[in-house]
């Protein structure tokens, strides 16, 4: 219901969104499904005020390169041995001969994993429209206890990586370490002394540099290299700052270039999926409603690059990128709430656009696909 509620329907709002989602989290806080794991002694626990860093064993050399593909997603999945089709495959593995009991154990940890992407997208659309999120119990790391999607398959004997690859730093367990990194910077604490917050920023920006580190030998997912490093700084830099300036708001012009050369990859890619609605390759907008918050997302961050740096005309390109998912998706899924808040974007971003002495972006028809002309 959570993520229907997030989806481009026509009743959709972020009222009703809003209240899915915390019912989701008081449902899941309830049944105390983030704590499942607490007594197991391979799982990585958080503690209240501090950065979520996961500890690894003493002596772990990380391996050059990954070897996650080839395993069965699913109980019932055959194994995949195609790279481009894993590459587009987000479930991480399932033993086959499992009991039901473990089944289940598994079933409730990617439950409450999922739960969270829900809540960092609601997050992360706060934190690029500049609105306070709400106080989701999913969103403080210190409540998982927890093992990562598909952590409990590879610490099995018979499914160690032979590369030596740790399970905390499988392609699943790294996505779901950038989101609790993402939301500890996401979450205001006001009783932090400044030492406080100096501490857990540079606990953060180490724990991400790991995530990054572990990132870059992955080889099994397209979408490894879109990390987050540009947003965790800004937001840190945003949450954390006092009076004093001990952490100043700006934003890195390299981490900003580098996060806008992953999201134009991001951009082409979707660009080609427009390109191709009616068909199969077309399904990653067509099947996938609850995108055109991400998009309005994005488009909200490039205008905020170029507002802090009006030299970042690329920010600008990319906004009008992006425009064309999401007039694609309002399109496909009409929803008054969101056709709103794009026609609130494309008014800005034609603003910055004749400022910086671009080209505005193209008007909505032109950036639908042949298939909404015939």
Known sequence: MALFESSAHPLYSPERANNALQLLDRIIHVLSLTSIDHDNPNVSSFQPRLAPVVDMPNGYQRPLRCSCIGYPSSPSSPLVQDHLAQSYSFNPPWDLQWPETEIRKEECRRLCWCALTLVSNHTAYCSAFHTEPMELTLADPSNFSLLFPGEAYERMPAHHQASGQSPKESIWALYCRSMLLWNSCVRRDEALSTDERANFAIDVFQETREVQDALNMHVCNLDTGLITRMAITYELRRRLQDGSDVVPVTVDRRQAEEWL??????????KESVLQLGEAEGHVLACRPFLATWFSSQVAICLSLWDYNRSLHRALELAKAF??????????????????NRDELRRKLEIACTSAHLHPPPPIEANLPPIFHR
Do not use: G, H, M
Not at 261 to 270: G, H, K, L, N, S
Not at 327 to 336: F, I, Y
């Open 261 to 270: 050369f992953y999201q134009e990859q991001v951009a082409t890619r979707v």
């Open 323 to 340: 425009l064309v998912p999401l007039d694609v998706l309002n399109a496909l899924w009409p929803c008054p709430a969101q056709a709103s």
